[in-house]
């Protein structure tokens, strides 16, 4: 067994149970940290004191994804109130339990203005977290798991976050849907090269499905062993859909 920083996705794991248990299931379970994309329905003060009893941090979570399915309000060109009032709300959130990160979840779009609209709610969300610790995440993901989805490639986010240049915005390296992406473990790693400067979190699940991460086509343990070597010293989170319960689903760990 090797001791990789391992991050449960409370969104993915351990929904049997309410949010607050979840966080303590986790940490029983071995985790180092938890992650959570909306965990808005409870309120902060319950969520930053089970983190406190589980001795674990919350390490990211994501603005909302609006009403109509938009799947992300950031790079919407018509929606500037609504990602603000999200972004808004991310930041106060994310102060309360003490978040690592605020991802920007860009929303199903295309074209100029919306890496325009992108890049100025980014400057945004910065602005409101300037006098904390918490930076800005942005995910590339797949199209054939959100269609349409603006931020659909290495690219795209690097093309981001060099028009931001700020310190304090990184990428979210989701390894399953970098290789629907990019459709190879080689391709994979060639995209980890193109950003690796800026990744800040990385995830992964089994390819193609989202199953647990012993499904894989290839280790997880060795190409994360790749990506510490080029000096990734962060957390590897879970994101996967476990075929039965989640704590029927963990023996995979036994290996990481």
Known sequence: ??????????GYLFTEHPLVDAIARAAEAGFKAVECQR???????????ACIEAAI???AINTAKGEHGQFGLSALPHATHEARQAIDQAVDYAGEVEAGYIHLVSGITSGSASFDTLCL???????????TEIEVIIEPINTNS???????????????????????????????????????????????ALLHKKVRHIQFAAFPDRNE???????????????????????????????GS???????????
């Not at 290839?218 to 957390?235: E, Q, T, V």
């Open 1 to 10: 067994m090797k001791d990789y920083a391992l991050s449960a996705n409370l």
């Open 39 to 49: 965990p808005y329905h409870v309120p902060a003060a319950q969520v930053r004191q």
């Open 57 to 59: 941090p919350m390490l």
């Open 121 to 131: 709610n980014i400057e945004y969300a910065l602005e409101r977290l300037q006098n």
């Open 146 to 192: 959100v269609p349409g989805y603006f931020m659909s490639s290495p690219q795209i986010a690097l093309d981001v976050v060099t028009a931001v240049n700020s310190d304090r915005l990184g990428i979210m390296f989701d390894c399953f849907h970098m290789l629907h992406i990019t459709g190879s473990k080689t391709a994979l790693l060639e995209a980890y």
């Open 213 to 243: 991460p012993n499904h894989n086509p290839f280790s997880y343990p060795a190409l994360f062993d790749s990506f510490m070597a080029s000096g990734y010293d962060g957390y590897f989170g879970a994101e996967y859909q476990p075929a």
């Open 246 to 256: 989640t704590q029927a689903s963990l023996d995979w760990m036994n290996e990481y």
